[in-house]
């Protein structure tokens, strides 16, 4: 619907560990990709999702001169950010270093159940994410598409069980990282694309 450019629509995440190719602008996540949140956008918070790009610039000035006059950036970071109302062991272990669950079936006495430990140790698993929103700003039908190719999900994971209702959120925060294979310089952190048309039959 017209003003294409502004973008109203809520965007789905898909995960996969770190190398899986994105998939192409009209196609559907498929092989390795996992959506995050077993019913996608559905197990959202309201927030919805945010993409946050910042940066560190350090400013020069000189003696004859009364304000900066150079600038250099020093730092940038990109990162996604989300809180998925799912706490399948799934997607809790995703959030969780991609911890190993293993799996128990219900037998005479004995409850069936899914269970995974809590400690990460020190590695932490690099991940590619693809953040999809079925909305273009150049036409009706058409999607754009962030696909980062490294990033690790920092987010503090915080727990609170109340008396009031409120749903139980994973908050998740995916930080960029730069990725050495990148086609170039600019493309380390993502790449962002907007379909413009759709396939020709």
Do not use: C
């Amino acid at each position: 619907m017209q003003p294409y450019e502004i973008i109203m629509a809520p965007a789905e995440v898909y995960v996969t560990l770190e190398g899986e190719t994105p998939p192409a602008i009209n196609a559907i996540p498929g092989g390795n990709w996992v959506l995050l949140g077993v019913a996608g956008k559905r197990n959202q918070a309201v927030a919805g999702v945010k993409i946050k790009h910042s940066e560190t610039l350090k400013f020069h000035t000189t003696a004859g001169a009364t304000g900066s006059v150079k600038a250099v950036r020093t730092g940038e970071e990109v990162s996604v950010e989300l809180t998925i109302e799912d706490l399948t062991l799934e997607t809790y272990a995703k959030a969780m270093n991609m911890a190993g669950i293993r799996e128990v079936a219900a037998a005479s006495g004995v409850a069936g159940y899914k269970a995974f430990g809590g400690k990460q140790g020190t590695d932490v698993v690099t991940w590619a994410l693809l953040v999809r929103v079925d909305a273009s700003p150049y036409g009706d039908g058409l999607a754009m598409q962030w696909a980062f190719p490294k990033v690790v999900e920092n987010g503090n994971l915080e727990l609170t069980f109340d008396s009031e209702g409120a749903a139980l959120g994973l908050a998740l925060k995916y930080v960029a990282l730069e990725d050495p294979n990148a086609a170039s310089d600019a493309e380390r952190f993502f790449v962002v694309t907007a379909q413009t048309a759709p396939a020709l039959p």
